[in-house]
């Protein structure tokens, strides 16, 4: 969120009764929690601000705890010299020793591959050819003029399939005209989505029925070759589900963790989850 959205968050929240928030007395001012709505985006400011609100009460949550503690910590410095605060460093320290992270077992990870292998796929890949001709809707008189266009040159590549890469040279707006309108290799995301849903239903050597419509224009497309993707190896992936697996496990002891001081705590202002709602038992 810029700081032009947390000066309308502010905005916002200036006329609407100020809730007092707390942690064991310890109050949060107001202004804090308005300046740190702005790394929280939501629909709504009194969402943003709510967020903002208990990013904090958890923070004093677990500063309290670091320093009932009596951590000893010294602040570290990562690789380009930026040099954590003394608090970072204290509650680093504080879930280092006292939220206890399981590392996934070869188990574990298997059984997440077993049940998502769609995840673990190559992309297919697209070999396909066009002709654009190019439109704007901001002028209707030459959008129209446009469609007709392309629907004649629809006509005549239907007619005679063999020249679309002689058509594409001549008639097409696209760079790729120079190549026969040959576009390579596309995978996922390479093009707008009407583009790809249109070559999701060609089948090799096929060509659109309809001119496909993009914010370019008006495109003729032929599928020249489909590479479907194929199901990539565990020992490929094992890394990549360990990390996914030992971050969600993180994020899971943490919250347990917070949710336990927040049991033992007197917070006003906002709600937390609790232990029952984390099922921490």
Not at 69 to 98: K, N
Not at 109 to 124: P, T
Not at 224 to 232: M, T
Request: hydrophobic share 45%.
């Amino acid at each position: 969120m810029s700081q032009t959205t947390s000066c309308s968050v502010q905005s916002a929240l200036a006329g609407a009764p100020r809730i007092a928030v707390s942690v064991n007395g310890v109050e949060i001012p107001h202004d804090w929690i308005s300046r740190e709505a702005q790394n929280h985006p939501a629909p709504t400011p009194i969402g943003a601000w709510t967020a903002a609100a208990r990013a904090l009460v958890v923070r004093e949550l677990l500063l309290q705890e670091a320093r009932r503690s009596d951590l000893q910590v010294e602040p570290a410095a990562d690789a380009e010299g930026r040099r954590e605060t003394e608090e970072e460093a204290l509650i680093r320290a504080l879930v280092d020793t006292r939220v206890a992270i399981p590392a996934p077992d070869e188990e574990s990870c298997r059984r997440y591959y077993a049940n998502n292998r769609a995840r673990f796929r190559s992309v297919d890949i697209h070999e396909a050819s066009h002709i654009l001709i190019a439109a704007r809707r901001g002028d209707a008189t030459a959008f129209t003029a446009a469609r007709e266009r392309a629907l004649a040159m629809l006509a005549l590549v239907q007619k005679e399939p063999h020249r679309f890469a002689d058509l594409a040279r001549a008639h097409s707006d696209c760079p790729s005209a120079s190549a026969g309108g040959n576009l390579g290799q596309l995978t996922q995301g390479a093009t707008t989505p009407p583009f790809e849903q249109a070559l999701a239903g060609l089948e090799p050597g096929g060509i659109t029925t309809e001119p496909v419509e993009t914010a370019y224009g008006f495109h003729i497309i032929r599928l020249d070759r489909r590479i479907a993707g194929a199901a990539l190896p565990f020992e490929i992936v094992h890394d990549r589900i360990a990390g996914y697996l030992t971050d969600r496990a993180q994020r899971t002891a943490l919250a347990q963790f917070v949710a336990r001081l927040a049991a033992r705590a007197e917070v006003k202002g906002v709600e937390l989850p609790s232990a029952a709602d984390l099922r921490v038992h």
